[in-house]
Nanobody, 122 residues
């Protein structure tokens, strides 16, 4: 059974940076895409970034140019480099594996991990 554990969150000032990690334990298909989601208080979980099995990346307009998704298959780890953080980036961030059906349309296949809290504030 695949388990996903996110880490790397924290409190950062506006304009700062964080790198989130998602450790994948268990076997996932080589054809699976990977994705990062976030959920702000009182809001639904939304897709932030996705990466196809071939390495093609998709980003939500709100994070394009600031966030970078990457994957280290040897370490079974997914990353999200976040630069130029804004208060509106405050949320719990989650990763998942699944199918990248179309641009920024992802069908997640895994169970959600605990997430990691990112707070951007002075």
């Amino acid at each position: 059974q695949v388990q996903l554990v996110e880490s790397g969150g924290g409190l950062v000032q506006p304009g700062g940076s964080l790198r989130l990690s998602c450790e994948v334990s268990g076997k996932i298909s080589e054809f699976d895409a990977m994705a990062w989601y976030r959920q702000a208080p009182g809001q639904r979980r939304v897709l932030v970034a996705a990466m196809s099995p071939g390495g093609t990346t998709n980003y939500a307009d709100s994070v394009k140019g600031r966030f970078t998704i990457s994957r280290d298959t040897a370490k079974n780890t997914l990353y999200l480099q976040m630069n130029g953080l804004k208060p509106e980036d405050t949320a719990v961030y989650y990763c998942n594996h699944g199918l990248l059906i179309a641009h920024m349309t992802f069908a997640e296949l895994g169970s959600w991990g605990p997430g990691t809290q990112v707070t951007v504030s002075t």
